[in-house]
T-cell receptor
Framework: DGGITQSPKYLFRKEGQNVTLSCEQN?????MYWYRQDPGQGLRLIYY???????QKGDIAEGYSVSREKKESFPLTVTSAQKNPTAFYLC?????????????FGQGTRLTVV | SQELEQSPQSLIVQEGKNLTINCTSS?????LYWYKQKYGEGLIFLMM?????EEKSHEKITAKLDEKKQQSSLHITASQPSHAGIYLC?????????????FGEGTQLTVNP
């Protein structure tokens, strides 16, 4: 079955460490997104990519980095520069071009800084 | 950037009651999406509206987009505990699929049996 997979589901990180969240999709979607969700808040866009080897900053990109070397994969690195990394992270993918199609979401990764 | 404001922020209803959630945009909505989220999980797509005046229904959930394409409402008829969760509206501000998506802050719905 096609879908989008995030791993791990739970992640603990010590302060000052970088950590990478995985996102893989087999939907053949060109566009992929990373969102952050804090308790009681909606989703805020971190980074998005519309094509391999290209990505753009979202609204809260500081302290995060991404890569898009393969169409299927869009890993997110939370660096030590991110001051409040504890949050729920969601990855999504969608088609691109004209016409509207929904974005498909992974099940999320909950990151906790200890 | 496009701002989406949802109201109410939270809603507690008795099972069987009807309810409405609103989503208002500061700019014209080219594509408006409604999603549902269970706590700690990913988002489940409900419906997408594109045309002014459009209305779509799925089971007991109906979504509408106003003629001016700046406000959408989500109406649940005869609510059930299974409807509980967070409802989020999202928009594609540039009018082309795959551009950056923005979301409202969500409405937390509790349905008491």
């Amino acid at each position: 079955d096609g879908g989008i997979t995030q791993s791990p589901k739970y992640l603990f990180r010590k302060e000052g460490q970088n950590v990478t969240l995985s996102c893989e999709q087999n939907l053949n979607h060109d566009a992929m997104y990373w969102y952050r969700q804090d308790p009681g808040q909606g989703l805020r866009l971190i980074y998005y990519s519309q094509i391999v080897n290209d990505f753009q900053k979202g609204d809260i990109a500081e302290g995060y980095s991404v890569s898009r070397e393969k169409k299927e994969s869009f890993p997110l690195t939370v660096t030590s520069a991110q001051k409040n990394p504890t949050a729920f992270y969601l990855c999504a993918s969608s088609i691109t071009g004209t016409g509207f199609r929904e974005a498909f979401f992974g099940q999320g990764t909950r990151l906790t800084v200890v | 950037s496009q701002e989406l404001e949802q109201s109410p922020q939270s809603l507690i209803v008795q099972e069987g009651k009807n309810l409405t959630i609103n989503c208002t945009s500061s700019k014209t909505l080219y594509g408006l999406y409604w999603y549902k989220q269970k706590y700690g999980e990913g988002l489940i797509f409900l419906m997408m509206l594109q045309k002014g005046g459009e209305e779509k229904s799925h089971e007991k959930i109906t979504a509408k987009l106003d003629e001016k394409k700046q406000q959408s409402s989500l109406h649940i008829t005869a609510s059930q505990p299974s409807h509980a969760g967070i409802y989020l509206c999202g928009a594609d501000p540039l009018g082309t699929s795959g551009s950056r998506l923005t979301f409202g802050e969500g409405t937390q719905l509790t349905v008491n049996p």
